[in-house]
């Protein structure tokens, strides 16, 4: 049995995230591009780790708000995030448990999701997007995973292999 602060902890930080993604902190303009793919992070864990816990109406509508106040492209981020949820759940299958081989795939998914941003963003512009946002964007964000996976990991109040137990034996 989940506690209802277990419950709503994925969608609590995700939330936070998304919040913190759009606040006006000063940025250079390349680097502001990097704040919306962190909700990516929690999204990603959480659904590598407790899918049950995260339905997929958290990310889109996280996505649809980041969207609004960034005056960007409705269904853009929620796309992405919804894209990170599904690879979030893969990786969880196919993904060894330490913490090494956990951010190795972890680039290997921001990357091709990185990709996705770059291509959809081309698509909306008509044209090929500036890759230098996308690549910061990349950079810093694999660079948050690990301390940022870390916080969400002590925040999660079940261990890992009790809830995501039929998930390892792929029942």
């Given at each position: 049995?989940?506690?209802?602060?277990?419950?709503?902890?994925?969608?609590?930080?995700?939330?936070?995230?998304?919040?913190?993604?759009?606040?006006?902190?000063?940025?250079?303009?390349?680097?502001?591009?990097v704040l919306p793919f962190l909700p990516v992070i929690a999204i990603y864990t959480w659904s590598g780790r407790h899918p049950d816990r995260l339905s997929a109406w958290v990310p889109f509508t996280a996505g649809i708000v980041v969207d609004v106040l960034t005056n960007g492209p409705i269904g853009y981020w929620a796309l992405l995030y919804l894209g990170s949820m599904m690879l979030g759940v893969d990786a969880q299958r196919m993904s060894g448990t330490g913490s090494a081989q956990r951010w190795v795939v972890f680039l290997a998914s921001l990357a091709g999701l990185v990709f996705a941003a770059w291509g959809v963003a081309?698509?909306?512009?008509?044209?090929?997007?500036?890759?230098?946002?996308?690549?910061?964007?990349?950079?810093?964000?694999?660079?948050?995973?690990?301390?940022?996976?870390?916080?969400?990991?002590?925040?999660?109040?079940?261990?890992?292999?009790?809830?995501?137990?039929r998930l390892v034996r792929g029942v």
């Open positions: 049995m989940t506690s209802i602060a277990g419950r709503l902890m994925p969608a609590v930080t995700v939330a936070i995230l998304a919040v913190l993604a759009v606040l006006p902190w000063g940025l250079p303009p390349n680097a502001r591009f081309s698509i909306y512009h008509l044209g090929l997007a500036d890759w230098r946002p996308f690549a910061w964007a990349l950079w810093i964000t694999a660079l948050c995973y690990p301390p940022l996976a870390f916080v969400l990991r002590a925040l999660d109040p079940e261990p890992f292999r009790a809830s995501n137990d």
